[in-house]
């Protein structure tokens, strides 16, 4: 908790707070990313959450990627995701790093 209210302090929303907690957690569990082996800095990882089906038989696949590794794929896991009538969720630290960068220097 002390994290979302310190992101709070530093001028992030509620929403933002928590997804940045969620996706440092995800980085802190998964470390690396899967295909590049590069270790994962929660400023510039992304986390990308699939949910397959809905109510009790839904199935949710989550990955942590580099964001530049990402960005090659965003695409196809969009279009898919389209396709298919799966959710995507995307918590990406590149833009929620900025954001805090952007209040905290008035300039």
Same mark, same amino acid.
């Given at each position: 908790?002390?994290?979302?209210?310190?992101?709070?302090?530093?001028?992030?929303?509620?929403?933002?707070?928590?997804?940045?907690?969620?996706? /440092? @957690?995800?980085?802190? !569990?998964?470390?690396?990313?899967?295909?590049?082996?590069?270790?994962?800095?929660?400023? /510039?990882?992304?986390?990308?959450?699939?949910?397959?089906?809905?109510?009790?038989?839904?199935? /949710?696949?989550?990955?942590?990627?580099?964001?530049? !590794?990402?960005?090659?794929?965003?695409?196809? @896991? /969009?279009?898919?995701?389209?396709?298919?009538?799966?959710?995507?969720?995307?918590?990406?630290?590149?833009?929620?790093?900025?954001?805090?960068?952007?209040?905290?220097?008035?300039?």
């Amino acid at each position: 908790m002390d994290g979302i209210l310190r992101a709070i302090a530093d001028g992030m929303s509620m929403e933002d707070a928590t997804d940045f907690e969620v996706l /440092r @957690y995800a980085v802190g !569990r998964q470390i690396t990313d899967n295909q590049t082996g590069a270790v994962l800095d929660v400023r /510039r990882a992304v986390l990308l959450t699939l949910t397959i089906g809905s109510g009790d038989t839904a199935k /949710r696949v989550a990955e942590v990627f580099e964001g530049e !590794r990402f960005d090659t794929l965003a695409g196809h @896991y /969009r279009t898919t995701a389209a396709e298919r009538g799966w959710t995507l969720e995307i918590i990406d630290g590149r833009v929620l790093h900025a954001s805090t960068q952007k209040k905290a220097d008035p300039s």
